[in-house]
């Protein structure tokens, strides 16, 4: 079975400073790895993903993600934050084995909070 | 282009009613999928759907739960005799046939209430 985990449920960043939502995964085959972002009372916006290639994958809104396949994690990172930057962020996985049509796997999210 | 589309967008329901939650995917998407997003807790995946074929409900609770994706038409999930403990936002998401890995495309939720 393929899991996600999160494991801060908040992190506070002064703006303008570097970010870091931290993410691990586990699946048994490769792993097609999704980050969202969820404003409040919204659906989720795709963010970015990796399913193969260069382990530094570039996004919208400036975030940026590097797949360490060592460490299995899928971090989330933004040189500089912004304020509007604040809301919930998810990481997803799903397994390669299953062809790449499967349902997402989700971890519990990261609330951002970005202090002007 | 218009984005996946889900109705209502927020729904109330006494315990014992049926809810029916549709979701209309991206044009040109034919795959669907759904979950349920419970307060605090991140989406659950319920059920995958192809055109008038359930290809994955391993997340789908055995009972009072269904989905279909009927040839015309959107998708609709349906809970028969709603508990309170069904209360949750349920997302719609879609994405183009598969070929290459795609993201899934999300729509704004129904938030279904059980009073």
């Known amino acids: 079975a393929q899991s996600v985990a999160q494991p801060e449920d908040q992190v506070n960043v002064a703006e303008g400073n570097p970010l870091t939502v931290k993410c691990t995964y586990s699946v048994s085959g490769n792993p097609y790895l999704f980050w969202y972002v969820q404003y409040p009372n919204r659906g989720l916006q795709f963010l970015l993903k990796?399913?193969?290639?260069?382990?530094l994958v570039k996004g919208s809104y400036g975030f940026e993600a590097e797949f360490n396949k060592s460490q299995t994690s899928f971090h989330l990172k933004k040189p500089s934050a912004l304020v509007s930057d604040s809301a919930l962020y998810f990481c997803?996985?799903?397994?390669?084995?299953?062809?790449?049509?499967?349902?997402?796997?989700f971890g519990k999210g990261t609330h951002l909070i970005i202090q002007p | 282009n218009a984005g996946v589309m889900q109705n209502p967008r927020h729904l109330v329901r006494r315990r014992g009613q049926e809810a029916r939650l549709r979701c209309s995917p991206m044009?040109?998407?034919?795959?669907v999928y759904w979950y349920r997003q419970l307060p605090e807790e991140g989406l659950k995946f319920m059920v995958y759907l192809q055109k008038e074929n359930i290809i994955d409900e391993s997340g789908m609770p055995k009972e009072r739960f269904s989905a279909e994706f009927p040839k015309e038409g959107p998708s609709i999930l349906r809970i028969q005799q709603v508990v309170r403990g069904d209360s949750a936002a349920y997302f719609c998401?879609?994405?183009?046939?598969?070929?290459?890995?795609?993201?899934?495309?999300f729509g704004p939720g129904t938030r279904l209430t059980v009073t």
């Open positions: 997803a996985v799903r397994d390669g084995k299953g062809g790449g049509a499967d349902g997402l796997t």
């Open positions: 044009k040109g998407h034919s795959h």
């Open positions: 990796y399913i193969t290639g260069d382990n």
């Open positions: 998401a879609s994405s183009p046939p598969t070929g290459a890995v795609y993201e899934q495309y």
